[in-house]
């Protein structure tokens, strides 16, 4: 089969190998998916720079590939919910990805069924972005009718968690390039603010709940317009030791994440609000909600532009430059 592989890591990026590599064994607990299409995340990115390998040390060379849609080929022997011809889509197990290929071979409870009004291209655009939302509102603890701010919402993540969060009941503000305002307010944002022309750390404030997309630059301004005890899960800010004990990491990672993030955990300390990092992790329970509410509700995805397997990093460069208005697609 054909995949795209990562040899090792560049700290300035390097271009991925499309080459032929066997079609994966599946294990009793295992599904053989045949992929017809995969997401391309900034994620990527980071792993080809080995920003994330002391969260999950990968070995090469690595498949690469975080979110998928396709059909199953072949069950594994223990496996009852999925069967040969099912159309699935997942975000690959942190310690086992491998999307940008034809063939993977995928534990069963990463797993959830595609939503009927989805193609296989849409359904790609959703795992790992809907699953960041849902496990930082799972962080947040959000309730209904509660004001949360999503710094940078007009991106792929933005796209899944807007919706997401408006069918939990929340009040959805979030900043960006104005000529993304109408396809924001399309996805249920209540408010938007155009950063060309406004600071929305000058006209929002008390906020309940931040999902942060940027990272140091914007942190402060965020801490700021959270309320008193509000809490703020962040994407590209510093794990800190909770995250650390939440990831069940060694002790020894726990103590370098906890002096990483100390700095964020001093700004939350000082009016009792909560930092939180996610990693986002294979779930294919969350999914199965995710996928009711695409289907309850009739969610609309926002995929930006689509390529195939050969110009993987065409696809890799276009994420990089952080441009994209929606989820930048791989066909395969």
Known sequence: MKAAILEKYASEGRELVVKDVPVPE????????????????????????????????????????????????????????????????????????????????????????????????????????????????????????????????????????????????????????????ERVRALGADQFIDYRKENYADIISGVDYILDTLGDKELENEFKILKDGGSLVSLRGLPNGEFAKRMRMPLYKRAAFMIAGKKYDKLAAKRGQRYHFIFVHEDGEGLKKISEIFSDKKVQTSVDEIFSLDDINKAMKKVASGRSKGKTIIKI
């Open 26 to 181: 599946v294990g009793d607990n295992e599904v053989l998916v045949n992929i017809k299409a995969a997401g391309v995340n900034p994620l990527d990115n980071m792993i080809v720079r080995g920003e994330v390998k002391l969260i999950v040390p990968y070995k090469f060379p690595l498949v690469m590939g975080n979110e998928f849609a396709g059909v199953v080929e072949k069950a594994g022997g223990k496996v009852t919910e999925f069967k040969k011809g099912d159309r699935v889509y997942a975000r690959m197990p942190l310690d086992k990805i491998g999307a940008f290929a034809e063939y993977a071979s995928v534990k069963a409870d990463a797993l959830a069924k595609i939503p009927d009004n989805l193609s296989f291209e849409e359904a790609a655009s959703v795992p790992l972005t809907a699953l960041t939302a849902w496990q930082a509102y799972e962080l947040m603890n959000v309730q209904k009718g509660g004001k949360l701010f999503i710094s940078g919402g007009t991106g792929s993540v933005g796209a899944m968690a807007i919706p997401i969060a408006k069918s939990l009941g929340l009040n959805v503000i979030t900043n960006g390039s104005g000529d993304n305002e």
